[in-house]
């Protein structure tokens, strides 16, 4: 079930990266938004970062879904 690895991973990347705050999890009828207070993409470099989300990109284009990041 590619929705359930693309938020399984989204959550995985959120967790490593927090260290106080929260994540938040939101699902809709057509969204699934994964919100955390972690450091942002800045706060590592690109390879911490990247796998998962390079997955979590890779699977919603597969799927033609969208993806979009921000901080």
């Keep these: 079930m590619a929705i ?4 399984e ?7 490593r990266f927090i260290t106080q705050g929260y994540i938040q999890v939101l699902i809709s009828t057509d969204t699934i938004s994964v919100v955390d207070t972690a450091c ?8 911490d970062h990247g796998l998962g989300l390079l997955i979590v990109n890779r699977l ?3 799927y033609v879904w969208s993806f979009s990041l921000a901080t």
Excluded at 4 to 7: E, I, L, P, Q, S
Excluded at 9 to 15: D, P, V
């Design 4 to 7: 359930v690895d693309d938020t």
């Design 9 to 15: 991973s989204l959550i995985n990347n959120a967790a």
């Design 40 to 47: 942002g993409l800045q706060g590592g470099n690109d390879s």
């Design 60 to 62: 919603c284009t597969s």
